[in-house]
């Protein structure tokens, strides 16, 4: 139990580290790629250690498959970055929205199937912070569609309704403003 609470403790000031202000209005392509890009790395540590949250053997298959979609989708946002900082065309930028909407779209029911199968408060937090991943991969989604990529998919509202709950007010906050957002948009 010990050695699960240091796990969410380091993930969650690893989440902590994850937001910063980006100033108020709408946030532009070239800026959401940023903060995307300086996510990435410690999204990816957090994708490889979230199956090591919980003791909970359902949880461990759910966190499992979390990890998978997490540790396989990222790369590709990783690459579709990389192509739209090289060549900057409205098609790259489509293509960067695409992979993150399916990962947004791939990731939020599978925390909302964790938060199901919660049974002790450290389970909780572990849902928690996958939840913040999840809902600040959302944000990516929503930030690109406001500016411009046709290929950005709106997360279900009844989905990011729920991970706001789970991930928490002050989450959702944070979120907002880095992407430009209101916390409307984030389920508030």
Request: with cysteine; glycine share 6%.
């Amino acid at each position: 139990m010990k050695q699960a609470y240091s796990v969410v403790m380091s993930l969650l000031l690893v989440m902590g580290l994850l937001t910063f202000s980006t100033g108020c209005g709408k946030v532009t392509a070239p800026q959401v790629i940023s903060i995307i890009e300086s996510q990435l790395p410690a999204d990816l540590t957090l994708a490889a250690n979230i199956a090591k949250l919980t003791g909970n053997s359902q949880l461990v298959a759910v966190f499992n498959q979390i990890s998978t979609i997490a540790g396989t989708d990222l790369p590709l946002v990783q690459a579709a970055v990389a192509a739209y900082k090289a060549n900057k065309t409205t098609g790259n930028l489509n293509a960067l929205a695409a992979a993150v909407s399916t990962l947004a779209n791939t990731l939020t029911p599978q925390v909302l199937a964790a938060n199901r199968l919660v049974s002790t408060n450290a389970e909780a937090i572990a849902v928690a912070v996958v939840a913040g991943l999840s809902l600040a991969i959302n944000g990516w989604a929503i930030a690109l569609a406001n500016a411009g990529a046709k290929t950005a998919q709106l997360p279900n509202q009844n989905d990011l309704r729920e991970l706001a709950k789970i991930a928490g007010r002050d989450q959702v906050e944070r979120v907002a403003i880095v992407y430009g957002v209101t916390p409307e948009q984030l389920g508030l």
